[in-house]
């Protein structure tokens, strides 16, 4: 990751009812560099795990954090057992090594590293369907319009300029869903 370009690190806070529908109640998208990274997920799942829910950051002209954003609601009273942190990890030694720093970094959580498989398309089919049903709720946030239009902007050949919140999004989906066996 690169500070203010390319790819970026996208954290979705999604859970399921059992009644089978998906809440999907926040989304976090930041272009940081590796240290950077690492401390936004550490103090994402902190703010996960307290159930707080928090307004964007806001940032200084060069793209670093001025101000964590300020607490919007909590949402601890519909959290039943911890929250889970999935953390996809990258093929190769580098996506190894960066597994092994989180897991570190991560450890007083609740901390799920799988491997990616599969393609784009077949990986987010599942949530796809769930929309496709009817059976997804976003909550309303900064986040919804620059998520939706990803999704609807993401094409199955593969040939996508954004697909960061997709591959987020599908993965968490994945994690919650408890009809289909997690690989």
């Given at each position: ?6 790819d ?25 560099d590796?240290?950077e990274?690492?401390e ?25 954090v001025?101000?964590t ?13 911890r929250v889970?942190?999935r ?6 030694q580098?996506?190894?090594?960066q ?12 901390l799920?590293i ?25 909550v309303?946030g ?5 998520f939706v239009e990803?999704?609807?902007?993401f ?17 968490a989906y994945?994690e ?8």
């Open positions: 990751a690169t500070h203010g370009g390319g970026w690190t996208v954290g979705v806070l999604i859970g399921m009812a059992d009644n089978g529908i998906v809440y999907i109640v926040d989304v976090v998208r930041y272009q940081f590796s240290n990274v690492r936004l997920i550490q103090r994402i799942a902190e703010n996960d795990e307290a159930g707080e829910i928090h307004a964007a950051d806001e940032l200084d002209d060069r793209g670093f001025k101000k954003g300020k607490l919007l609601y909590s949402i601890k009273e519909t959290i039943i057992g889970k942190l953390i996809s990890q990258d093929p190769g580098a996506g190894k090594d597994a092994s720093q989180l897991k570190t970094l991560l450890a007083k959580f609740l799920v799988r491997s990616i498989t599969g393609s784009k398309a077949t990986r987010a089919s599942g949530l796809a369907d769930a929309v496709n049903d009817g059976r997804v709720v976003l309303r900064e986040w919804n319009y620059p990803e999704y609807r902007q094409r199955e050949d593969e040939q996508h300029d954004a697909d960061d919140q997709v591959d987020a999004g599908a993965d994945t919650v869903d408890k009809k289909k066996r997690v690989m």
